[in-house]
């Protein structure tokens, strides 16, 4: 077998893999909406994206893992660039930045409630007892905080005096609650959960800011 054809397969395997990948996460991604999370089964996400049950194992171990497959994907797409989120304020920049997040949890709230649970419940779990989709969403969190602190750091000013990098461990902090609380109403409507962190970074900023 040549180089090229060698090339070539390994090419469609990765093809396969992906196009398999993204099966199961839509599949997934509906059981979840269809019959909410704590009774879909991996079994019947299995059957829904057409693969043997041992095969989605491969890809996600667990239920847990397939749900944050899902939001790990879809969280990749919004960017993290702290100067698209500058605004006038120092809180109307750090509002600036968490809005696209209560924007794409209030479209899936049967996904986005379990989400915000099962991101709990791992967070103070050692990293070799949990999964890969597990490990690459406590990654994004410390991105997040990075690219938050670069954010705040930005507005030195209006700073006081305060470490920028623990003026954002605060404001995640409020972030995180804010959210849950939010998310915990019938319907989540994005501009009543910013307006509620708007409110409370107001509080916290008469704190930290001038």
């Known amino acids: ?9 390994g090419s469609l395997r990765a093809y396969h893999r992906l196009e398999k990948r993204s099966r199961i996460r839509e599949a997934a991604r509906e ?15 299995a059957d829904k994206a057409r693969v043997a049950h041992a095969t989605l194992f491969r890809y996600a171990g667990d239920k847990r893992e397939l749900l944050l497959l899902i939001i790990n994907d879809d969280l990749d797409a919004i960017s993290l660039d702290p100067d698209r989120y500058l605004g006038g304020h120092i809180v109307e920049s750090i509002v600036e930045f968490y809005s696209p997040r209560f924007f794409y949890f209030s479209r899936d709230p049967e996904i986005s409630r379990p ?5 709990f419940n791992f967070m103070a779990t050692d990293e070799a007892e949990i999964g890969p989709e597990a490990q690459r969403n406590r990654a994004r969190r410390l991105e997040l905080i990075t690219a938050l602190t670069a ?3 930005r507005q ?13 461990e ?6 995180l609650s804010t959210a849950r609380a939010w998310l915990e109403t019938d319907q989540p409507d994005p501009k009543d959960g910013l307006k509620r962190l708007a409110g409370l970074m107001e509080m916290a900023a008469s704190g930290f800011a001038r």
């Open 1 to 9: 077998m040549t180089v090229a054809s060698q090339g070539k397969i």
């Open 115 to 119: 989400f915000v649970t099962e991101s």
């Open 31 to 45: 059981v979840f909406r269809s019959k909410g999370y704590k009774q879909a089964t991996t079994r019947e996400i």
């Open 151 to 153: 954010l705040i750091d």
């Open 170 to 175: 605060l404001v995640h902090a409020i972030y």
């Open 156 to 168: 030195k000013a209006a700073l006081d005096g305060f470490s920028a990098a623990l003026v954002a």
